[in-house]
């Protein structure tokens, strides 16, 4: 057993530790700044370019793209610790084209999805966003009710569909919908790809949430797509879907190890620093426990995940391994950043600090792609299923 | 013109560095380990003497266990073109050093051999110079600006008091100081097409050199600890405490 990542990629960790470094933390405070008077946690669009610049200059572009659109086809495992470190910041910013969507249309896409809508997102000219929940169907998106019927050559969709992310800028979201009701979950949801400006689909309100972060609730009224908008086959869009989630899924998790780590760097660095009752706060055991505890969370979770994308590369079934994984890596980060943050005192409770806001990423982790009930129950069926 | 560079794997610049508790050397157990910063400084210098077309070839030397394989990948990432490591093990005085060095200049002939003024490690500031003095070749060390000028080198040296240039005979060893260069980032596609470079060990028997120890480390011990600062009241209570207690000042 080789515990050790081959030479490359422990340069491209390197590689990424400094751009985050150099590039993303320079620019947080900024955005701490931005979110505590209330205007959201964003980076301007100027921001944006220069960092996607440098990115590209780097070849920090399409790290897991195919080869074929100029991507690295780099493996699960060499992006470990590439997301772990692109997660510390605080900066809204992951190295382009974001995976997930890029996975579920690589996996479904024909030849004119490819070029008309894989390909630019490849290059970073378009913004892919994903719609699944709806009001009445979050954990469970078995019970969606947005329906697309094939009307002659045209596919009629209608429904509401919340808490989109990047509703706001998408240039085309990939819309699951029921085809079969009789079938459900098990070849009756099919996935579209929807553009913005398509006549019907309009985005009906903006849901302003936690940490200056903000979802959008889209509404489909007889919205009329051509019959090459179906991704992939008609009654078969769970199983991409799921393979999406599960990219995001360990993405979040890396995400969490990042933070989790600069929460307890922080703490580290500050406790010796600080006296109360004439010894230093890292004298005290309740914080010398909380300092081990965090280190063994952390450890467990880059392990967990390690392995996860061992399995990954190898094209093992990770199922189990993607929800213990999500669900324990988004708690120990909660964990870890609430202490770490009760360590710093009022200190800790300040948007001068990025504390609150690692929290406030952390608290959204814990619901989207799959509150960590949900995986604890997949988890356990998947046991006691034998 | 082939370049010769020499690149040392020291600790990372970013480590806070411990004794052992034995006192018998750093301790360097789950410490990270990197390119010297003045060796990468030197990298740079060759990889852009090499894009601007002066440079034929750029060869990146460690010495070292198989370890320091990394950081010789490091400068083939930065735009080396191809390494050599001589393997040897523990540490290597400047001397050592300096002797294979020359064993590798024999074999290579390049015209301008370019090393760190200093490893950030034992900060001895020694191969540089004795390199010079075993293979008589001119040396410029300090080097904040280094310009091929024919069979002439002229380097600009960061001495006591501002610069100084001087014009050497090619070949010639430059040492480089901070303000050299900034060094770029290693990308990814570079980091990729390192890996296919080719990367030659000799030992030092093959280069004629026998590593004999003269120097033996008696002692690694932390520095004093600093004593927390007060504030000061007053303008004349400083100066009071200037004069009479750190008695700085008359
Ligand atoms: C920041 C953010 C961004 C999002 N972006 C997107 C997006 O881009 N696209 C998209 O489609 N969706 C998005 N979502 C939606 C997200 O995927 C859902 O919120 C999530 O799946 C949970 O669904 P729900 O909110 O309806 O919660 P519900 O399904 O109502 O569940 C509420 C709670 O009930 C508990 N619970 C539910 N079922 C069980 C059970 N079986 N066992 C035990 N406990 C249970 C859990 O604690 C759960 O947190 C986003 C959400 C957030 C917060």
Known sequence: ?386 | MKVLVAVKRVVDYNVKVRAKADGSDVDLNNVKMAINPFCEIAVEEAVRLKEAGTATEVVAVSIGDKACQEQIRTALALGADRGIQVETEGAVEPLVVAKLLKGVIEKEQPQLVILGKQSIDGDNNQTGQMLGALTNMAQGTFASEVAIDGDKVNVTREVDGGLQTVSLNLPAIVTTDLRLNEPRYASLPNIMKAKKKPLDVHTPADLGVEPKAHLTTLKVEPPAERQAGIMVESVEQLVDKLKNEAKVIS
């Open chain 1, 1 to 386: 057993m080789d515990f050790e990542l081959p030479e490359e990629y422990r340069m491209l960790e390197e590689l990424v530790a400094n751009f985050v470094a150099d590039h993303l933390l320079p620019l947080e405070p900024e955005v701490l700044a931005r979110e505590a008077v209330g205007v959201g946690a964003y980076i301007t669009a100027e921001e944006r370019e220069a960092l996607d610049a440098t990115s590209r200059e780097l070849g920090l572009w399409g790290l897991d793209a195919p080869e074929s659109m100029g991507g690295m086809d780099l493996p699960a495992i060499a992006l470990v610790a590439v997301n772990e470190h692109v997660g510390k910041s605080m900066v809204p910013y992951v190295l382009p084209p974001d995976s997930p969507n890029l996975r579920m249309l690589d996996a479904t896409v024909n030849d004119e999805q490819r070029s008309r809508y894989l390909e630019p997102y490849v290059r970073g000219e378009t913004v892919s966003a994903i719609a699944i929940s709806e009001p009445g169907a979050g954990s469970d998106p078995a019970a969606m009710k947005t329906s697309a019927v094939l009307r002659g050559d045209e596919w009629v969709l209608n429904g509401r569909k919340i808490w989109i992310s990047k509703a706001d800028i998408a240039d085309h979201f990939i819309t699951m919908a029921v085809t079969d009701k009789a079938q459900g979950a098990r070849g009756g949801i099919s996935a579209f790809l929807v553009d913005s400006d398509t006549p019907g689909l309009s985005v009906a309100r903006k849901i302003p949430m936690l940490g200056g972060n903000a979802t959008y609730e889209l509404e489909l009224s007889d919205c009329r797509l051509p019959a090459s908008a179906l991704l992939g086959e008609e009654g078969k869009g769970f199983a991409p879907m799921q393979l999406r989630l599960s990219t995001r899924r360990l993405e979040m998790a890396t995400w969490c190890i990042g933070i989790a780590q600069r929460a307890l760097d922080m703490l580290v660095e500050y406790a010796p620093q600080r006296e109360t009752f004439g010894s230093a706060l890292s004298d005290k055991q309740t914080v010398q426990n909380w300092i081990a505890e965090a280190e063994t969370d952390i450890h467990a979770a880059r392990l967990m995940a390690w392995h996860t994308a061992w399995k990954l590369d190898r094209g093992d079934s990770v199922r189990r391994e993607i929800s213990m994984l999500k669900a324990h890596a988004t708690e120990m980060a909660w964990r870890i950043v609430d202490r770490s943050m009760q360590g710093f005192g009022a200190m800790g409770m300040t948007k001068e600090l990025p504390l609150q806001q690692m929290a406030n990423e952390v608290r959204l982790m814990r619901i989207y792609d799959g509150p960590t009930e949900i995986h604890k129950w997949v988890v356990a069926r998947d046991i006691l299923r034998g």
